[in-house]
């Protein structure tokens, strides 16, 4: 990964393959997988991924930006009514608008990895992200709680969800992947199975964003074509 990134630019998916990776799974990934781009591991690795993969499947689809947009907006009143204070968001909405109106000006890949390789726009990007998970999760605090293991929910989301470079559990992609209603196929190289294991969230959805997930780490990873 090149220095001072914090997303890659696409590269050959091999790029990631280490020797904890069995030669069967390997052989899966190349065949199912042509390039990867590679992201921070600096503990916000799956909210960065999870949003650049999100724009960049819409960035040439005028109506479905438009619609994250719209969506993105709608979502202020999620975090009010979970109880968070406007100022304690306000500013981190507006940039999470501003990348979106910047894709929508103009529809360049490049423009689009500027944003998510800028610092300080990329960071709280991620922390509206982080702030809209904690808010969904308390919003249906009887389905969630089974799944936290915290003294109540409101403590897990403030330790765990809320606080940039926390590493997110499985419950936190769910949450996630409903308050905005999109699509995840997360692969995984992990566990001693011979095949790789792949989750799609929420099941039977058609996902946008396809993440590769290795040791504690997610990539974004792209399908081969198809025919």
């Not at 590269?11 to 904890?20: G, H």
């Not at 709608?74 to 009010?80: G, R, Y």
Request: hydrophobic fraction near 35%; proline fraction near 3%; aromatic fraction near 8%.
């Amino acid at each position: 990964m090149e220095a001072g990134c914090l997303i890659s630019h696409r590269e050959d998916v091999s790029s990631l393959i280490n020797e904890q990776t069995s030669a069967a799974k390997q052989k899966e990934l190349r065949s199912q997988f042509s390039t990867v781009r590679q992201v921070r591991g600096d503990g916000n690795c799956f909210y960065r991924a999870f949003c650049f993969a999100h724009l960049e499947s819409v960035l040439h689809n005028a109506r479905a930006l438009q619609r994250f947009k719209e969506k993105i907006t709608e979502t202020a009143k999620d975090l009010s009514s979970a109880g968070f204070d406007e100022s304690s968001f306000k500013d981190h909405l507006n940039t999470v608008l501003t990348v979106v109106e910047h894709c929508q000006a103009d529809d360049q890949q490049d423009t689009l990895f500027g944003l998510f390789n800028d610092p300080t726009t990329s960071d709280s990007v991620v922390q509206y992200l982080r702030l809209l998970t904690s808010a969904h999760l308390q919003k249906h605090t009887d389905f969630f709680c089974n799944f936290v293991e915290a003294p109540n929910l409101h403590v897990y989301c403030q330790q765990e969800v809320e606080t940039m470079a926390m590493e997110c559990d499985h419950v936190d992609i769910l949450a996630l992947s409903q308050a905005l209603d999109i699509g995840i196929h997360i692969v995984s190289t992990e566990g001693d199975e011979q095949q790789l294991a792949h989750h799609i969230i929420p099941e039977g959805a058609e996902p946008s964003v396809h993440l590769l997930y290795q040791t504690s780490h997610y990539n974004i990873v792209y399908p081969h074509p198809q025919p």
